[in-house]
């Protein structure tokens, strides 16, 4: 019965409950777009990290993985003593630069990588096979970006040089290479071209520069029955060995990096709580505004009810539904409206230049997503709750001498 | 007769999120500036018969407590040894907005001591060509082209292209602004329309009084829409003065945040302009709405008897 | 049928004494009841006439526990009813009160038949059975055919006797009305009258505040007001 008094009521003025709720969708839909937005790089990113199953990276001291051209010596010794770490089960080492690349008349300059196949978590195999094993550059895989920019397809002999001259042929070192695979770079922006190749042969081809060379060495940590809290504490312990034990590198954890990307994007961050807590309060305000009219116009009814024995809480229960139900409306069609806009602004921050292609920006998870819809259905039946309880608390006796004069 | 139906700090509030979407980057033109006293002149070419002198971002001094005249040590590879060299200038970071991001420490070196100290001997990574002021802007054209035809293992590519690229970042932050501007626009709008309407609606019973009273529908119905737009008018004001004040607060907390002096947020006058006209816009329309349909109710019926 | 019972024995089924209720309107206080004090047995049928302002809603409210008195007491079935809490009241008021209002005051939204399930749904009755005496007490009142009309859609007379239904969902000891009549013409007044009788006539005590001389004869005890005081009472107690 109080629901169909509150459902009634609401009824009664049909423009201004649509009108209400539209409001509320519109305050749902930046809510959830900015619960998207804030959750959603962390939840990608952690995701894209990772995704292959390393925890930890080790890079030149200072710097970010492949952030800078730096690289560190002794290579091969710094892998060994990683490997010698119980904890540690894998290690991939790779080596990155820039090479120029060109077939026929056409040239382009492209992100090489060296890494080991067998263990590196940089690429997926999406057509063609692997390079064989080699110490000598002679077969690459590449991505789409490099297929593209220079019209070539699998099995196509290419010439890579480290220098961009044609002229200058004998200045920089040049080699002959087959392309045997296609892959999807999982840290490299999509539209740049890059290639990979064994380790070794990188490291030779480039003479002096590459010799026993690094950019990076992402290491694996072994997970066991352990709960999460007792991993993390496990990697902790690890990246901090590897510190101390290698003063020319630094170890980056998920966690730290996660951290140090979510400091340079603070700001979306920040813009997304305010707008999302200026959409909870208009929320509110929107709820309390209707409510609190819809109240005041039924002073006279509700002393009625309490009169006939209705009790205080049967009234407060039948007002705050009246806020209930704008809320779960709202919600509802506020849940389509910020999916859609959501996926609109991810597309535009998507064109950031240098980002990997699995990175999003909103991100749906639907325990953060429920969260904040829940707040906001919260918050809409608290905001009722205010002018509930002034008509719960209304003086019968006055409120009916009034209703009569009224 | 005064018709008050509207709270102003509810207007105030919406014309506040009105304002927070389409606050602008100012733009500004990138230049790093000396700020320390040299010691040692800093001039190229410049060989110091033993130490050579650098030149450090304010950062490093601020954080690691490095002053002007201190020796360091350099070196192109962690764990090496390096060589000493003193510091002759502290830098100043520009206003970029593509570098805002960008934390990491920077140090300058005369050209010839960093080719030396990572082995990169007679090696750069470019060059910057200054084109003869008479010359004109097809000079630069023709010679773009005459050196990337003949392609001496270089690239060249006019500054204005480089600028357009190097700001991409800023380009897809500016269109994402506009988005979130515009939803904000959007959003703001029909809250105001709602609570405007809803306002008014609680007037229901003294529109009814008036009518009774004998008033025309014309005077009523001018009289709300008057009302609201004073009251929306109002509110964007107050809406704008708060908007100013968390502009500089963002500008604040952003400029501590990324230590650069670059503008955050930004309230032009054309911007204020736009929120207050907005919000009169819409409170004309939503008096109009809502008076439209008070002044066709009958009075009893409004009464609710 | 059905409807009210009440046994028609001497006991007092209300008691009001020395009840007195002030209001203070800005500086000046009205004294509304001045001292009241009167006894109303099972079974009777009372109507409280006096000029405006003599204070008979006044007492009805605090016969009804709408109202709590500042100084005396009510007594209602053995219980003093003048210091209840809210919720004591409401319950009160719920269960054993019904009361019936000069501008009916049905709730606009709901339909004749759930105005008068209202009541029993708040008391827990369920659904079916609720719809069920609904229906039946519709029909006892004359307006088994419009269950599903809404107060807009009943005239002034119609809507009162759904108010009598209502106020008759729980099945009260004692039905109060304020000026029940108030707002009906001649006619559809002596209708109402009628159904009063009639419900009398079945145990149930009627307590009704009225201007209306063809009310007041109807009854069989009329107690006069005037300033906050009873003046005359044609059936008092001799106690
Ligand atoms: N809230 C109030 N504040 C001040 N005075 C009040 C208030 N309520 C009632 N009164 C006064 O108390 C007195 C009794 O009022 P009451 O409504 O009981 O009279 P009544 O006999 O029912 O009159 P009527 O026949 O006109 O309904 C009146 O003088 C009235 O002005
Ligand atoms: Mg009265």
Same mark, same amino acid.
């Given at each position: 019965m109080r629901t169909t008094l509150a459902w009634a009521a609401l009824r009664r003025h049909p423009m201004r409950t649509l009108l209400a709720i539209f409001g509320l969708a519109i305050a749902a839909a930046l809510l959830i777009d900015m619960v998207m937005l804030a959750t959603g790089m962390r939840a990608s990113f952690r995701s894209l990290l990772t995704s292959q199953g390393y925890q930890l990276r080790v890079t030149p001291k200072g710097t970010l993985p492949f952030d800078t051209e730096a690289s560190v010596g002794g290579a091969s010794a710094l892998v060994a003593s990683l490997r010698t770490h119980p904890d540690i089960d894998r290690v991939s080492p790779s080596l990155g630069t820039t090479v120029q690349v060109s077939i026929g008349d056409r040239a382009t300059s492209a992100f090489a990588l060296g890494t080991t196949a067998a263990v590196q978590g940089e690429y997926l195999l999406q057509g063609g096979r692997e390079a064989a094993v080699d110490t000598v550059l002679r077969e690459v895989v590449v991505n789409a970006a490099f297929l593209e920019r220079l019209g070539a397809t699998l099995g196509d002999t290419l010439d890579v040089g480290t220098e961009r001259s044609a002229q200058l042929r004998q200045a920089g070192r040049r080699a002959q290479v087959v392309l045997v695979g296609v892959v999807r770079f999982l840290y490299v922006p999509p539209g740049l071209p890059a290639m990979a190749a064994p380790l070794p042969a990188l490291q030779q081809f480039l003479g002096a520069a590459g010799r026993d060379r690094i950019s990076l060495a992402m290491a694996s940590v072994r997970v066991d029955g352990r709960d999460a809290e007792a991993q993390l504490a496990r990697i902790e312990a690890v990246r901090q060995w590897i510190e101390t034990e290698h003063p020319r590198v630094t170890a980056i954890s998920t966690e730290t990096a996660i951290v140090q990307v979510e400091e340079r994007l603070a700001y979306f961050r920040q813009l997304a709580f305010i707008l999302g807590a200026l959409s909870l309060v208009i929320g509110v305000l929107l709820v309390t505004t209707l409510v609190s009219l819809s109240v005041n116009e039924r002073l006279g009814e509700l002393a009625v009810l309490r009169a006939i024995g209705v009790p205080q809480a049967g009234v407060l229960q039948q007002i705050m539904l009246e806020g209930l139900m704008l809320g779960l409306a709202g919600i509802t069609l506020g849940l389509g409206l910020g999916l859609v806009t959501a996926r609109w602004l991810n597309t535009i921050l998507r064109d950031f230049p240098g980002l990997p292609a699995d990175l999003d920006f909103f991100v749906w998870s639907p325990e953060a997503a429920w969260k904040a819809l829940g707040m906001l259905l919260i918050a809409s039946t608290v905001a009722g709750a205010i002018p509930a309880w002034r008509a719960a608390r209304v003086r019968v006796a006055q409120a009916l001498r009034e209703e009569a004069v009224a | 007769m005064r018709l008050r139906f509207l709270r102003a700090p509810h207007v105030a509030l919406l014309c506040c999120s009105l304002l927070a979407g389409p606050s602008l980057l100012g733009a500004q033109t990138p230049r790093d500036t000396v700020i320390g006293t040299p010691t040692v002149p800093l001039a190229p070419g410049?060989?110091?018969?033993?130490?050579? *002198?650098?030149?450090?971002?304010?950062?490093?001094?601020?954080?690691? *407590?490095?002053?002007?005249?201190?020796? #360091?040590?350099?070196?192109?590879?962690? *764990?090496?040894?390096?060589?000493?060299?003193?510091?002759?200038?502290?830098?100043?970071?520009?206003?970029?907005?593509?570098?805002?991001?960008?934390?990491?420490?920077?140090?300058?070196?005369?050209?010839?001591?960093?080719?030396?100290?990572?082995? /990169?001997?007679?090696?750069?990574?470019?060059?910057?060509?200054?084109?003869?002021?008479?010359?004109?802007?097809?000079?630069?054209?023709? =010679?773009?082209?005459?050196?990337?035809?003949?392609?001496?293992?270089?690239?060249?590519?006019?500054?204005?292209?480089?600028?357009?690229?190097?700001?991409?970042?800023?380009?897809?932050?500016?269109?994402?602004?506009?988005?979130?501007?515009?939803?904000?626009?959007? $959003?703001?709008?029909?809250?105001?329309?709602?609570?405007?309407?809803?306002?008014?609606?609680?007037?229901?019973? $003294?529109?009814?009084?008036?009518? =009774?009273?004998? #008033?025309?529908?014309?005077?009523?119905? =001018?009289?709300?829409?008057?009302? !609201? /737009?004073?009251?929306?008018?109002?509110?964007?004001?107050?809406?704008?003065?708060?908007?100013?004040? !968390?502009?500089?607060?963002?500008? $604040?907390?952003?400029?501590?945040?990324?230590?650069?002096? =670059?503008?955050? $947020?930004?309230?032009?006058?054309?911007?204020?302009?736009? /929120?207050?006209?907005?919000?009169?816009?819409?409170?004309?329309?939503? *008096?109009?709405?809502?008076?439209?349909?008070?002044?066709?109710?009958?009075?009893?019926?409004?009464?609710?008897? | 049928m059905t409807a009210p019972t009440g046994n028609r024995d001497g006991t007092p089924l209300l008691e009001a004494h020395d009840v007195q209720r002030r209001y203070e309107a800005g500086e000046s206080t009205v004294h509304a009841l001045r001292g009241v004090s009167v006894a109303i047995r099972r079974g009777e049928f009372v109507a409280i006439v006096g000029a405006s302002g003599s204070g008979k809603s006044t007492l009805l409210h605090l016969l009804g526990a709408v109202d709590a008195p500042d100084a005396g007491r009510v007594i209602f079935e053995g219980r003093d009813i003048s210091r209840l809490s809210d919720a004591e009241a409401t319950r009160l008021r719920l269960l054993r009160v019904g009361l019936v209002f000069q501008r009916f005051y049905l709730m606009p939204t709901l339909s004749a038949l759930e105005n008068v399930m209202l009541p029993m749904a708040e008391a827990g009755l369920a659904p079916a059975a609720r719809r069920a005496r609904a229906e039946e007490l519709l029909r006892y009142v004359g307006l088994g055919e419009r269950t599903g009309h809404r107060p807009t859609q009943l005239s002034g007379g119609e809507q009162q006797r759904v108010a009598v239904a209502r106020a008759l969902a729980n099945e009260p000891a004692l039905l109060l009305a304020d000026e029940p009549t108030g707002e009906l013409d001649a006619a559809t007044g002596a209708a109402l009258i009628a159904l009063l009788q009639r419900l009398n006539a079945d145990g149930l005590t009627c307590v009704l505040v009225t201007h209306d001389a063809a009310l007041a004869q109807s009854a069989q005890r009329v107690i006069t007001m005037k300033d906050g005081r009873i003046v005359q009472d044609t059936g008092a107690s001799p106690s």
């Open positions: - | 410049r060989v110091a018969p033993s130490v050579r *002198g650098i030149a450090i971002d304010e950062r490093i001094a601020q954080d690691a *407590g490095v002053r002007v005249g201190d020796t #360091l040590r350099i070196a192109a590879e962690a *764990g090496t040894t390096g060589e000493p060299v003193v510091v002759d200038a502290l830098v100043r970071r520009s206003a970029d907005p593509s570098e805002v991001a960008r934390s990491e420490y920077r140090v300058r070196l005369h050209l010839d001591h960093l080719q030396r100290l990572t082995n /990169a001997i007679d090696r750069v990574d470019r060059f910057a060509v200054a084109v003869r002021p008479e010359a004109g802007p097809s000079a630069v054209d023709s =010679l773009l082209a005459g050196v990337n035809h003949v392609a001496f293992g270089f690239r060249a590519h006019a500054s204005r292209d480089v600028a357009v690229e190097s700001s991409r970042t800023f380009q897809v932050v500016d269109r994402f602004h506009r988005a979130i501007g515009g939803i904000t626009i959007v $959003a703001s709008a029909v809250f105001l329309l709602c609570i405007l309407l809803l306002k008014v609606e609680e007037r229901r019973r $003294a529109v009814a009084a008036l009518r =009774l009273a004998g #008033l025309s529908r014309r005077t009523v119905a =001018l009289s709300v829409i008057a009302e !609201a /737009a004073v009251v929306a008018v109002l509110g964007s004001g107050v809406g704008a003065a708060i908007g100013w004040v !968390a502009t500089l607060a963002v500008n $604040a907390h952003y400029q501590r945040v990324f230590r650069t002096p =670059l503008t955050f $947020a930004l309230l032009t006058p054309r911007i204020a302009l736009f /929120a207050v006209s907005l919000s009169l816009v819409l409170g004309i329309v939503a *008096g109009a709405l809502a008076a439209w349909r008070l002044v066709r109710t009958p009075p009893l019926t409004l009464l609710g008897r | -």
